[in-house]
């Protein structure tokens, strides 16, 4: 699959991660980084553990990392995700709710980052 074949599959936004890196090769580096962040799997143990802080940390991280990356789809699904951990002390029930959609940004990017020519 071509870097901008991914972006399609990942309802991304090609042509603004070409406009914010400049280039493909800076593009594709950065992208596979992304399964090397713990963010996620801060993400997944803390919320399992009821570590709200935790959790509003890390996912607060993803929420930096996908926009810079143009992964509009779990930018948006973080940054709800966010909202319902910023200042609770325990993890609300609206939280779990809202981990469904980031698990499943994420592992749609993961799965279409394993199909991303070398």
Do not use: W
């Not at 553990?49 to 930096?64: E, P, Q, S, W």
């Amino acid at each position: 699959m071509k870097l901008n074949e991914f972006y399609v599959a990942v309802d991304g936004n090609y042509e603004d991660a070409m406009e914010r890196l400049q280039n493909e090769m800076f593009v594709g580096k950065f992208l596979r980084m992304l399964p090397r962040d713990s963010s996620m799997m801060l993400l997944e143990k803390a919320m399992a553990d009821g570590r709200a802080n935790d959790a509003f940390r890390a996912v607060h991280t993803l929420k930096g990392i996908a926009p810079n990356l143009s992964l509009a789809k779990l930018a948006a699904a973080c940054s709800q995700l966010t909202e319902a951990l910023r200042g609770a002390d325990t993890i609300p029930q609206q939280a779990r709710e809202l981990l469904i959609p980031v698990r499943q940004e994420y592992a749609r990017i993961r799965a279409a980052l394993e199909e991303l020519d070398a």
